[in-house]
């Protein structure tokens, strides 16, 4: 591994977990949909999607609790027991990959989400500097 490669470090609210990921996220995104606003208690969910391979330290126990989105394949939120941060997602459309929350990252110059998924439900309020919305084919 290269050593001047970027680390980042993922924790919860409690710092019982922590994930660290060596490298660039594979991408970032914003969603406004309705599971991802439950699911963040916020307006959007802004996540970053790693390779598994780029997991390289895992500290801590989550809980999951498995959804089937409307597409039909299952979505995975990976918690913490004691304080309930949601620190990342699997998603049987990822494969080896997981998206992980950005704000567990407590890192204010990490990248911006490069597209809002869901703009339909997009509270009205809510404009993201330069970050397009995301056009279904
Ligand atoms: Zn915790
Ligand atoms: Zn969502």
């Keep these: 591994m290269l050593s001047k490669e970027k680390r980042r470090k993922a924790s919860c609210s409690c710092r019982q977990i922590e994930l660290v990921f060596a490298g660039e996220p594979k991408a970032t995104y ?20 790693y390779a598994d391979t780029a997991l ?19 979505l995975e939120q990976h918690f913490c027991a004691t304080c309930g941060s949601v620190v990342f997602m699997r998603a ?3 494969g080896e990959a997981l998206s992980v ?3 567990c ?5 990490f990248p911006a989400p490069r597209v809002v998924y ?6 009205k ?11 279904p084919i």
């Design 30 to 49: 914003a969603c406004s949909c309705l599971e991802c606003q439950r699911g963040t208690g916020s307006a959007f969910a802004y996540r970053a999607i």
């Design 56 to 74: 390289i330290g895992q500290k801590g126990e989550t809980r999951s609790w498995r959804r089937t989105g409307e597409s039909g394949k299952w």
């Design 92 to 94: 049987e459309a990822l």
């Design 101 to 103: 929350s950005v704000g």
């Design 105 to 109: 990252f407590e890192d204010p110059s």
């Design 118 to 123: 869901w703009p339909n439900r997009k509270h």
């Design 125 to 135: 309020w809510l404009q993201l500097n330069g970050v397009p919305d995301h056009s």
